[in-house]
T-cell receptor
Framework: DTEVTQTPKHLVMGMTNKKSLKCEQHMGHRAMYWYKQKAKKPPELMFVYSYEKLSINESVPSRFSPECPNSSLLNLHLHALQPEDSALYLC??????????????FGDGTRLSIL | QKEVEQNSGPLSVPEGAIASLNCTYSDRGSQSFFWYRQYSGKSPELIMFIYSNGDKEDGRFTAQLNKASQYVSLLIRDSQPSDSATYLCAVSGYSTLTFGKGTMLLVSP
């Protein structure tokens, strides 16, 4: 079991649906991340939150909207997704984003399928 | 553009052998180096990290770093079939992680 919990584990949605992915960590980490991973590819960074503030947005389309309600929670709101958005969405956390030597710990991911 | 290169494999080794996984990186300013193991359909799991030149050992795993050659490797001793997975090398400079494409390791009984 990982210390970063993601829900749901699987999600199937239509292109007109609105859904949210949730991530929770109780390690006291102050940096949280969203990644997208396609099959046989490495994870691609989407967003970084540092001390509950959006620190990095890697030019992600606006149909993905992140939210960090508090230091333990991270959400990813989804709207009007495209079939090519089908992927494994990974949440990660680290102690502090400002220090590059802090390892990132990943949750189990949400497998998202867009019909 | 920061690049992290790994041989995609598969690297096939018999059970009990030493598996050697290699990674090179382009950014000389890189400071921290991580190895993640990812089973098919699962999320990446951190198995080793190294910051200084030399070797770092943890159980059956040894990470080796040579900053002058911009090279980092992972040795797995006494390889087991359960080690069969994709191993991702990740490099960090001042902010984000850059991942290599991963090397698939197959350990045959």
């Amino acid at each position: 079991d990982t210390e970063v919990t993601q829900t749901p584990k699987h999600l199937v949605m239509g292109m007109t649906n609105k859904k949210s992915l949730k991530c929770e960590q109780h390690m006291g980490h102050r940096a949280m991340y969203w990644y997208k991973q396609k099959a046989k590819k490495p994870p691609e960074l989407m967003f970084v939150y540092s001390y509950e503030k959006l620190s990095i947005n890697e030019s992600v389309p606006s149909r993905f909207s992140p939210e960090c309600p508090n230091s333990s929670l991270l959400n990813l709101h989804l709207h009007a997704l495209q079939p090519e958005d089908s992927a494994l969405y990974l949440c990660a956390s680290s102690q502090d984003h400002q220090y590059s030597n802090q390892p990132q710990h990943f949750g189990d991911g949400t497998r998202l399928s867009i019909l | 553009q920061k690049e992290v290169e790994q041989n995609s494999g598969p690297l096939s080794v018999p059970e009990g052998a030493i598996a050697s996984l290699n990674c090179t990186y382009s950014d000389r300013g890189s400071q921290s180096f991580f190895w993640y193991r990812q089973y098919s359909g699962k999320s990446p799991e951190l198995i080793m990290f190294i910051y200084s030149n030399g070797d770092k050992e943890d159980g059956r795993f040894t990470a080796q770093l040579n900053k002058a050659s911009q090279y980092v490797s992972l040795l797995i001793r006494d390889s087991q079939p359960s080690d069969s997975a994709t191993y991702l090398c990740a490099v960090s400079g001042y902010s984000t992680l850059t991942f290599g494409k991963g090397t698939m390791l197959l350990v045959s009984p």
